[in-house]
Each structure stands twice: as structure tokens, then as C-alpha cells.
């Protein structure tokens, strides 16, 4: 298939390709490079793509739809996925106008060009986020979203709305998948992992909000992105049997997650039993934006695609320090 894939240089999105490109399909990334975290970092991702030659990038905003258009119509896609955004809860708080530049009018741009180009299927990330300040757990697709506590997370309950109307309006089969504090090798600078690591290696502090009674439904980016790699299969069809899809149109919302919870604290030990050092620790009071826990039922995702992501934080915070001090190391 051609796969035309936002965000390609960012973590999901790398993951993503590469796993793509090793299934045989070709795939057309588009990604800002915007330097939001170190585009040192997205470079050396995209080289690794690059090595492949059944992949292509054009560097551009998706606020510049002049560009996007020349890019979408050059790969004819059979598949969009569009997981570029502006990412980060906290980030939010100190440049809101990013948001609406990238999460609303980029999400435009990609939605109208889904329109013209008729994809067999339109897949875009949203996230746990939007939860908000829901209290039951674990969190299921069909509960309300209406309480979102960050710009950010409105942002993106915004683009399921956005989607909605246009897989309605148009009927283009849409999947949103929410994801669940995704972490891993390749990750981002500005993610807990990667700031515990990096402060525990060079004896700073770390920041702990809420005093630590915090949980998080870590999910491995290799079994996300097996995830994503599976929905692509499954473009959703207006059935009155399936209560995972619309009434109204071709859409779907499908959380992915491990749907076991891990609470911070426990998540910090695991960190420091891999580093071999303890953390000096910065007790906090709850940052704004933030949700005391994320938990997914996962159910739909396994039901859909008979795959439910498994790798527990004790494998998954090894593979991230070991590539974090490779890559650390380099040169």
C-alpha cells in the first residue's frame, strides 16, 4: 500500500514508518521538524527511514496547505494516518497558539485533503487526554469526554468532532485512537522517562507532581504502533451491529493502551533499579492540565485486531536506557 504518514520524523511516527517500511509498503512522510525538542534527534530518525528506498519525506508545515497539497497529491495514497500535532500537556500552558496552528488548522488542512483524495481509510491520533477530569476507570471509548483539563487534550477532542463531521459528510472511513502515555526507545526529551533518565544519569533532580500519587497506563511504542499497523486493515463500516461505530458515519474511536496501570512511584523505582542509582527526588504539587490517572479498556482494540499491547514497564524502560545511553554516546 501507499501510506501517507504526519509526523513521520516525531517518536510515533518513526516507530510507525519503520515498522511500515519492514512489511513491504511505501510509505510518504510529512513532518515540520519543528524544533519544539531537539531536531537533532528527529534528523537522526529520519536517516534511518531514509536508508529505505520505499520512503520519501517532504519537510513542511501543515498549516501550509500549498505544500500539503503538492505532497498528498504526489503520493496518491491508499492510507492517511495523520499523528502530527503539537504534543505535551505542559507545553499547553506556556504556547497555547501552537495548538491552534498545528492540532486545529493542521487537522483541517489533512482532513480536506482526505476529502479530495478519497483514502480507503483515515486514521489520526488522538489521546487519553481527553478523559479529562472523568473519575470511573478504566476509561471506555462510548464515556463522555466533555471535561478536558488542558488545552491541549481540547485540541484534540476537537479534532474527533472535526473527523467526525467530515467521515459523515463524506463518507471517508475514519479511526481515531487515543493513546495511553506511549514511551520507549527514540522518545521525546520533554517525556517523564526521558527526563527521569536524564536527571538520574547526571545526579539532578526530578520532579515528582502530586507528590507521586500519580498512575499512568504505559504503553510500549513497539506495541503501539503494532496496533496502529493493524487498524489499518480495518477501515470501520456503518453497521446497526457494531456499537463501536457511528450511527452517523464510518468512525470509530479505539483507545490503545496495556490497560494496566502503573502508579509513578513504582514507575520511578523501575527507572532507578535499571540506572543502578537512586533519584534525587523534587516532591510537587499537582501541575495544572494533569490527570491524577490514565487507564484503558482495551477490549475494543483486542476485539478489533485480536492484538492486546503486553510489554510491562520492566522491559520497556530497559530497552529505553539502553538506547538512550547509546545514543547518548554517540560520536
Known amino acids: 500500500m ?3 504518514v504526519t509526523g513521520a520524523a516525531g517518536f510515533v511516527g518513526f516507530h510507525l ?3 511500515l517500511l519492514e512489511r513491504g509498503h511505501l ?3 510529512f513532518d515540520g521538524m519543528t524544533p519544539y525538542y531537539d531536531v537533532a534527534l528527529k534528523e537522526a530518525r529520519l536517516a534511518i527511514l531514509k536508508a529505505s528506498p520505499n520512503f520519501r519525506i517532504d519537510v513542511a508545515m501543515l498549516e501550509d496547505m500549498p505544500a500539503l497539497e503538492r505532497a498528498v497529491e504526489a503520493a496518491a495514497p491508499d492510507v492517511i494516518v495523520h499523528l502530527a500535532a503539537q504534543a505535551g500537556v505542559r507545553y499547553s500552558l506556556e504556547n497555547p497558539r501552537a495548538y491552534i496552528d498545528s492540532n486545529l488548522v493542521g487537522c483541517f488542512n489533512v ?3 482526505a476529502r479530495r483524495c478519497a483514502p480507503r481509510h483515515l486514521l489520526i491520533a488522538s489521546t487519553s487526554s481527553v478523559y479529562g477530569g472523568n473519575l470511573e476507570v478504566p476509561f471506555h471509548e462510548s464515556d463522555k469526554a466533555d471535561h478536558p483539563l488542558s488545552l491541549y487534550a481540547a485540541t484534540k477532542k476537537a479534532n474527533e468532532a472535526m473527523a467526525h463531521s467530515y467521515a459523515h459528510l463524506w463518507s471517508i472511513p475514519t ?5 495511553f502515555t506511549v514511551y520507549g526507545p527514540w522518545g521525546r526529551p520533554d517525556m517523564a522517562l526521558f527526563k527521569f533518565v536524564e536527571a538520574i544519569e547526571n545526579d539532578l533532580p526530578i520532579d515528582i507532581y502530586n507528590h507521586g500519587a500519580m498512575s499512568r497506563d504505559f504503553t510500549y511504542i513497539a506495541d503501539l504502533v503494532e496496533a496502529v499497523a493493524r487498524l489499518i486493515d480495518l477501515p470501520p463500516k456503518r453497521d446497526a451491529d457494531d456499537a463501536s461505530v457511528s450511527p452517523w458515519a464510518p468512525f470509530r474511536i479505539v ?3 496495556r490497560g494496566e496501570p502503573v502508579a509513578l512511584l513504582d514507575f ?3 527507572v532507578e533499579k535499571k540506572l543502578g542509582k537512586k533519584a534525587i527526588r523534587n516532591y510537587l504539587d499537582m501541575q495544572k492540565g494533569d490527570a491524577p490517572q490514565t487507564y484503558a479498556d482495551c477490549a475494543l482494540l483486542e476485539r478489533l485486531t485480536g492484538y492486546r499491547p503486553s510489554t510491562g514497564v520492566e522491559e520497556g524502560v530497559s530497552a529505553f536506557v539502553d538506547w538512550y545511553r547509546s545514543y547518548r554516546g554517540r560520536g
Open 2 to 4: 501507499r501510506i501517507f
Open 17 to 19: 514508518s519503520r515498522l
Open 27 to 29: 510509505v510518504f512522510g
Open 111 to 113: 482532513l480536506e485533503m
Open 175 to 179: 479511526t481515531m485512537f487515543r493513546f
Open 255 to 257: 483507545n490503545i493502551g
Open 268 to 270: 520511578i523505582a523501575v
